[in-house]
């Protein structure tokens, strides 16, 4: 399974290839076909132009089984990018009138357009969220529940044009007419949150050789400081659940305290549902 991995999420925009002109369905098939097939790895190729007031999806899934539906993906595909991990990142229009019964698939990956919790997803097939908190994985999904799942949580899982499709835009200097008017910044104020979790849950979240919470630190670039179990507790006193807890210590600005917790929650959600998978 390929990860987004920031490209080409990213970078949808670079090296797009034009799309095809207003012509007969069966011809417009065959130019795909062939325009796809030929498609280097991290291009991208426009199939269709958007549309204004338009939702869009993001989605990932292996190439060769793309390629293989490709012919029954009907007029919702919008554009297509080839990546180097051997899948296919799609954007399609998120209303399923525009969807042709594409068929199942072995798994496909949902792009979330924000940080999210479980209790804000709203799906009844089976998913995970990835560790990176960025996409939701949907394993075996037919097209019909792929649609379902959009409208259920299409604030969390759609875009507009303007976030999905277009280039970053530089923003324009101020005009010159007007004096800019300049004032020392403060500093970000650090605030700090403990976390009472149990050893365990401790333990899963440091990783083999501290990797997992030190990408968790590098993601949210907040300070995370994990307090041991005092060594000077009774035997009894060590039975007791309240000395089996340890104490997480994050420190940062807000937006890193925020990110930080969501990581460690979407970490421990997808260790407490599937222990022995990892994404």
Not at 38 to 58: A, D, F, N, Q
Request: aromatic letters at 6%; glycine letters at 4%; proline letters at 5%.
């Amino acid at each position: 399974m390929g990860d987004f991995a920031g490209e080409p999420l990213q970078e949808l925009d670079v090296n797009c290839l034009v799309g095809l002109e207003e012509r007969s369905s069966a011809a417009k098939t065959t130019g795909l076909v062939a325009r796809i097939d030929t498609l280097p790895s991290r291009r991208s190729y426009v199939v269709r132009e958007t549309r204004v007031g338009e939702r869009y999806m993001v989605l990932e899934a292996d190439w060769y089984e793309f390629r293989s539906q490709l012919d029954r993906l009907g007029a919702s595909l919008v554009r297509v990018t080839r990546t180097a991990n051997g899948t296919a990142v799609l954007v399609l229009y998120a209303s399923a009138q525009e969807w042709e019964p594409f068929g199942s698939w072995h798994w496909i990956r949902v792009r979330l357009n924000r940080l999210v919790s479980y209790s804000q997803l709203h799906i009844l097939v089976p998913y995970l969220v990835s560790a990176d908190s960025k996409s939701v994985v949907l394993p075996q999904i037919t097209s019909r529940q792929l649609s379902e799942v959009v409208s259920c949580n299409s604030s969390v899982l759609t875009y507009g044009d303007e976030v999905a499709l277009r280039p970053a835009v530089s923003w324009p200097a101020v005009s010159q007419t007007v004096a800019p008017v300049s004032a020392p910044q403060a500093a970000p104020q650090a605030h700090t949150q403990e976390l009472h979790l149990t050893k365990a849950a401790v333990t899963y979240l440091i990783g083999t050789a501290g990797e997992r919470i030190e990408t968790t630190r590098l993601c949210s670039q907040a300070t995370i400081k994990v307090f041991p179990i005092s060594k000077r507790l009774s035997a009894s006193e060590q039975n007791h659940p309240r000395s089996q807890q340890q104490t997480l210590a994050l420190t940062g600005t807000r937006h890193q305290l925020a990110t930080a917790m969501a990581l460690l929650e979407t970490q421990l959600n997808l260790h407490y549902q599937a222990p022995n998978h990892q994404i």
